[in-house]
């Protein structure tokens, strides 16, 4: 008789623990379907906010300046400024466009109280990255450019990200400390963000602005479901099991 106590006591905590062992997955993979929901409900509302702001008439550079230093997001909202581009200062983005290997130049724009801007003023080919294949876009005069708000970034977005290369001034993440002190330019100079040019058609064709990705990945709803349809499949064939067991 001790023997089949002991037996039943020691199946009823291996059920027992099967069970909790069952419910912690459940938990889990329900959590995360709900956690992809909340991700999903973030995205459409930041792709809501690109899709206004990407619209949205340009304003004054101050009036981005006022938005960041009150904390807020400045990432694609529309600006307009003015100044004078310092070429001897590009810096080279290594990046593609339309299928094509090559690079986004930024240069660094005087404004009117000597402070810099860099601007993202496009896409060149791989073989033109010398600006002096390109000297047509090297535009000499004060220049007024409407563009959108990136912030800058405070770190490496990857490790699989190469680093920046300064000796063949080939940047692989967007550095802007680095591309200002790297040609000279104190940091107290440096507006703290970049501005990626819009379309308008440059000199002899080079850099092609407009080169700003909107297309984010929005996968949030197919990851929810697929974690929902796991921890359904789990309760099946828990049931399933279970059922067959007690027969």
Not at 199 to 226: C, E, K, R, S
Request: avoid cysteine.
């Amino acid at each position: 008789m001790a023997e089949i106590a002991t037996k039943k006591k020691a199946g009823l905590i291996g059920r027992l623990a099967a069970f909790l062992v069952l419910a912690a997955a459940f938990a889990i993979l329900v959590s995360l379907g709900t956690w992809q929901m909340q991700r999903l409900h973030w995205k459409e509302g930041l792709l809501t906010a690109i899709a206004e702001r990407k619209s949205a008439p340009p304003v004054a550079l101050a009036d981005i300046e006022k938005i960041l230093a009150d904390g807020g997001d400045i990432d694609y909202r529309t600006v307009s400024l003015a100044g004078r581009f310092d070429h001897s200062k590009e810096r080279h983005f290594f990046a593609t466009f339309n299928g094509r290997t090559g690079y986004y130049i930024f240069t660094p724009l005087r404004l009117d109280d000597d402070r810099f801007l860099f601007v993202n003023r496009g896409f060149v080919p791989f073989e033109q990255k010398d600006s002096s294949t390109r000297l047509a876009g090297e535009l000499p005069t004060s220049v007024a450019i409407n563009g959108l708000a990136r912030p800058k970034l405070g770190e490496k977005p990857s490790s699989i990200v190469p680093d920046n290369d300064l000796a063949k001034n080939i940047f692989y993440w967007k550095d802007l400390d680095t591309m200002a002190s790297s040609v000279g330019l104190p940091a107290d100079k440096v507006v703290p963000f970049f501005v990626d040019a819009d379309a308008t058609p440059n000199p002899g064709g080079l850099p092609i602005g407009g080169v700003t990705q909107f297309d984010l990945p929005n996968n949030h709803l197919q990851y929810a479901l697929t974690w929902y349809g796991l921890a359904a499949a789990l309760v099946v064939v828990s049931g399933i099991y279970a059922f067959r067991r007690g027969r």
